[in-house]
């Protein structure tokens, strides 16, 4: 693009005003201002009064005087350009100009700034030009050349756009897909078969806020007279909740075996030893746990029971309102010495146990600051249902109630109804 003169200047917009103690412009800027095709209009130093009143169609301004950071005229030039908000680029020095035939490339000439700046390349002035253009746009009536793109750069943006979307696209679905993947491993995780009798029947509910829950539960047959079964829950839920759930199901010791012979451990020292190791790991994050842990003979129906900051199981009995087995113990992972007593009740023909998370409290029922804790309405009506049916509404009502997004957890529960 050829220079503007400066009568021009005074009735077009010019993308670079040059300006110059000498009579022509270093070949290398005038090529790469005719290559980004930018208007560009030349003027002395000596002459910057004649474009001064017409300096609102002017998008930078490059200043390559001979000591030029000495002139009084530079200065006074620049203060008056800072008031119009137009940025100035200051060449001081102009080393290793090409010869025009040189088969060296012109974004190879370097400037200096000011005496203390260190040399750039021609790429560095396009980028600052570049950039003072994009600010004069913002502060300016008038459309700077190089900001506005041309149809073919914009269809390769748009190109781009669309390619990066659906590369994001790409990383939501797989992210989706792992998720998804990690919730199915986690549920092999979780008791195929439930150990059914014609005394004893089981039901459970798991359901997870996300893909993978932050809750784990199990029921175990010992031996042939005893059944331990627990429900954790990790605090939170997610991934880095579901990743430790996991870690709780190898660390939960129900009974060890030495050659021949296995001792079965009591709910107490379930859920000592369980604190103990958690604890070791020091987790990052500081996450903790919740469990439930009860021990059944099945011959006897003595349920021996220990918790570690988990809601109280729930007994259910004929002809009686629901009652909370009540026992102390705090979280587990937090004192590596915490103790966890433990209870025994005996159970009785039609008696029903629940587990929860505490996800499902809501459901199950709160404290009221006169009357202690108590049911919901909802729960109290159903208490005499055997225990799939009651299972059943209670899954039912989860999946129909109407809950914020933030307070949505993971919810899990462990029955047992006594037949005979």
């Given amino acids: 693009m050829e220079s503007q003169s400066i009568i021009s200047l005074r009735t077009s917009f010019t993308d670079v005003l040059y300006l110059t103690d000498k009579n022509l412009m270093p070949l290398g800027v005038k090529k790469l201002l005719d290559e980004k095709k930018l208007s560009y209009s030349i003027v ?19 200043i390559d005087a001979e000591n030029a950071t000495c002139s009084q005229r530079v200065v006074q030039i620049i203060e008056l350009l800072e008031t119009k908000n ?7 020095d102009c080393l290793e100009l090409p010869e025009e035939n040189s088969c060296r490339s012109s974004s190879t000439v370097q400037f200096s700034l000011d005496e203390d700046a260190a040399v750039f390349s021609l790429d560095e002035l396009w980028v600052r030009i570049s950039a003072n253009l994009s600010y004069r746009k913002k502060n300016s009536a008038q459309a700077a050349k190089p900001v506005k793109p041309s149809k073919k750069v914009k269809v390769v943006y748009k190109n781009k756009l669309a390619e990066q979307m659906n590369m994001a696209k790409a990383l939501v679905d797989n992210l989706a897909e792992q998720l998804r993947l990690a919730g199915l491993v986690q549920k092999d995780f979780l008791p195929s078969r439930l150990p059914d009798s014609d005394r004893l029947k089981w039901g459970t509910i798991f359901l997870p806020a996300e893909w993978v829950s932050g809750d784990i539960y199990d029921v175990v047959r010992l031996d042939e007279e005893h059944i331990g079964f627990y429900l954790a829950d990790v605090v939170g839920h997610g991934m880095p909740a579901a990743l430790l759930t996991i870690f709780l199901k190898q660390a939960l010791v129900m009974r060890q ?45 003595e349920l021996t029971y220990a918790r570690a900051g988990h809601p109280y199981p729930v007994l259910m009995r004929a ?43 809501s459901l199950i029922g709160g404290f009221n600051d006169r009357a202690g804790f108590c049911f919901t309405k909802e729960f109290s009506e159903i208490k005499h249902l055997p225990v799939i049916e009651m299972l059943d509404i209670l899954n039912f009502n989860i999946q129909n109630q109407e809950v914020m997004q933030a307070e949505v957890d993971d919810i899990t529960m462990v029955g047992l109804e006594i037949l005979k």
């Fill in 44 to 62: 002395r130093v000596k002459d910057f009064a004649e474009v001064r009143e017409n300096l609102d169609l002017v998008g930078t301004v490059v």
């Fill in 86 to 92: 137009i940025s100035v680029i200051l060449l001081t």
């Fill in 257 to 301: 075996t030495v050659d021949n012979n296995y001792r079965i451990f009591s709910p107490s020292e379930v859920i000592t030893n369980l604190n103990v190791r958690m604890a070791a790991q020091k987790l990052s994050g500081y996450q903790f746990a919740t469990c439930c842990y009860c021990l059944l003979n099945t011959r006897t129906l």
């Fill in 319 to 361: 002809g009686r309102q629901p009652e909370q087995l009540e026992i102390r113990g705090s979280l587990l992972g937090v004192f590596e010495q915490a103790e966890f007593p433990q209870k025994t009740i005996q159970l009785q023909t039609g008696d029903k146990l629940l587990l929860y998370s505490d996800g499902a409290d």
